[in-house]
């Protein structure tokens, strides 16, 4: 075709057809009407219409960006085929691409970067048997530890449904009885609850997931990301309401300023390993997701680093249509039985089907880079069959012997654990809901005490007496200066305590609205 590179510049509509004049709609003389066979108008405005699919219901607003994984085929002095037989760590220096997705929980998508809430870190590894993802948040804990009871969360965290306003009574009512959040509130609402930013936070798969070997054995593993080049930062509430106030996109800008003037930033994976049984020496159960696995006894063992280096070219296409699913696992790594993680792998996956479509791993971030081949067929928004070269096209089932698709050979024996118990709907048992809590209140420094206890008072101050007598005793049964400082705090605020809409600061901010601003003549 002549001029095709000139021609390559010229706009189009989606059917491929040059456009000759986007300024003006075809009208019936220049002030209309208009009519209807403006297809370029009508093909334009009605894909404008749909432009947007639904928003996560959590972690809506995120920032992402793609680079590699580089293992360092051992773990502590091991080789890494004693735990693991998956192929992206065996071998040292080897790389595999990666897609991380960073975002906020409970706000929607273009809500501040600088509020309190757990950061999602979920990173989309390539390998060369499909896809891993690994979900997980810069906290290595979590609020609940029964799936049941992550949509109650999450509605209590959100807006009021009448409202529509944020309102803390209303979390801390489904907190305060919930005791097994106390460890995870303590953390919250300390400094940790507000990341500097993206590149200066730490990252966890919270859950605890198995490693399988060639052998079919397997051992209980924790992840997690620690920053290599970059320091560990958390803002005070003074320090976030200064960011607030002139950017709400904060840490998105900073990812990708970092990136593109070559500021590479880095995490190194880290393991714990444990085996896989009860662990009756431990004060709690190792799959529970609101406790840590002392370090000391379960030390943190590197397996490889990650280097993000490149920054999406459509936000829209990448970092809004990427979908994670904590199932999304490969040969060699396997789910434990943690109650919440069971339930995440369904509601993941499930999510993304509905939000983004049925096909929505044919999407370029979304597909394997290697090899797929399926007997799916058809669905919304279906572009191509997962199709293998010479496969007969007459068969999408299995098995066939008339040149259909085949089952894959094994790389190891299969992973048998046994099970021997009555189908229960119990607690787990060594629950420990406050130690934990306690410990890690101790192990605050003086600051991160203070914004706790400043933080946790501002938020309390606007609940009904009942819920913060229970949250008292959680945090004294924590640690008894911890509960001693939160209860002098809201002794002093409940002198002032008035009836409230949403958070204090945003009442007393709506009243100042009604007597600023400056009055204007109609016109």
């Not at 760590?89 to 975002?103: D, H, I, L």
Request: glycine letters at 6%; proline letters at 6%; charged letters at 25%.
């Amino acid at each position: 075709m002549d001029n095709q590179a000139n021609n390559e510049e010229i706009l189009t509509n989606r059917q491929g057809h040059p456009v000759t004049d986007n300024q003006n709609v075809r009208t019936v003389g220049n002030r209309g009407p208009t009519t209807l066979e403006n297809y370029d108008f009508l093909e334009k405005i009605s894909h404008f219409d749909r432009e947007r699919i639904p928003e996560r219901v959590v972690h809506a607003r995120g920032a992402g960006a793609q680079g590699y994984f580089e293992a360092y085929g051992k773990v502590g002095n091991h080789a890494i085929s004693k735990y693991t037989r998956a192929k992206l760590f065996q071998e040292k220096g080897k790389k595999t691409p990666v897609y991380v997705r960073f975002s906020t929980v409970v706000g929607g998508g273009h809500s501040p970067e600088s509020l309190r809430d757990p950061r999602g870190f979920a990173t989309k590894f390539y390998t060369e048997d499909g896809n891993w993802d690994l979900v997980g948040n810069n906290l290595k804990i979590f609020f609940i530890r029964d799936p049941l009871k992550f949509p109650d969360m999450v509605h209590s965290f959100k807006p009021d449904p009448v409202t529509n306003l944020p309102d803390p009574e209303r979390m801390f009512d489904f907190l305060h009885l919930t005791p097994e959040s106390t460890h995870m509130v303590t953390f919250l609402f300390s400094p940790w609850g507000i990341p500097a930013n993206y590149r200066q936070m730490q990252g966890s798969g919270v859950n605890t997931y198995k490693w399988v070997n060639k052998d079919g054995e397997a051992v209980l593993i924790k992840y997690h990301w620690e920053p290599l080049k970059q320091e560990i930062k958390n803002l005070s509430q003074r320090e976030a309401d200064e960011i607030q106030s002139t950017n709400y996109n904060h840490a998105t800008q900073d990812l990708y300023e970092a990136i593109e003037k070559g500021d590479y930033p880095e995490w190194e994976l880290c393991v714990q390993i444990m085996s896989d049984d009860e662990h009756p020496e431990l004060d709690f159960d190792p799959l529970d997701p609101t406790k840590l696995w002392d370090p000391e006894k379960f030390p943190f063992l590197p397996v490889g680093k990650m280097v993000l280096n490149k920054n999406p070219e459509n936000y829209f296409a990448e970092v809004e249509q990427i979908a994670f699913g904590t199932g999304v696992l490969v040969d060699g790594l396997d789910f434990s039985d943690d109650k919440l993680l069971q339930g995440r792998t369904f509601s993941y996956s499930d999510t993304q089907r509905y939000r983004v479509g049925t096909n929505y791993l044919q999407l370029p971030v979304n597909s394997p880079k290697n090899h797929v081949a399926t007997n799916q067929r058809d669905g919304q928004m279906e572009y191509k069959v997962d199709a293998a070269p010479g496969q007969n096209p007459h068969v999408n089932y299995e098995p066939s012997s008339l040149g259909g698709l085949k089952e894959a050979p094994k790389n190891g024996k299969d992973h048998e654990p046994t099970y021997n118990n009555k189908l229960v709907r119990q607690k787990i048992d060594r629950p420990n809901d406050f130690i934990q809590a306690g410990n890690t209140y101790r192990a605050f420094d003086e600051t991160e005490k203070s914004e706790l206890i400043s933080n946790l008072v501002d938020a309390l101050k606007v609940c009904k007496p009942h819920i913060q007598e229970t949250m008292v005793g959680y945090f004294t049964k924590a640690d008894e200066e911890y509960g001693r400082k939160v209860r002098e705090g809201l002794e002093k605020a409940n002198r002032n305590q008035t009836e409230h809409t949403s958070t204090e600061a945003a009442d007393v901010a709506s009243d100042k609205a009604k007597n600023m601003g400056h009055e204007s003549d109609r016109y």
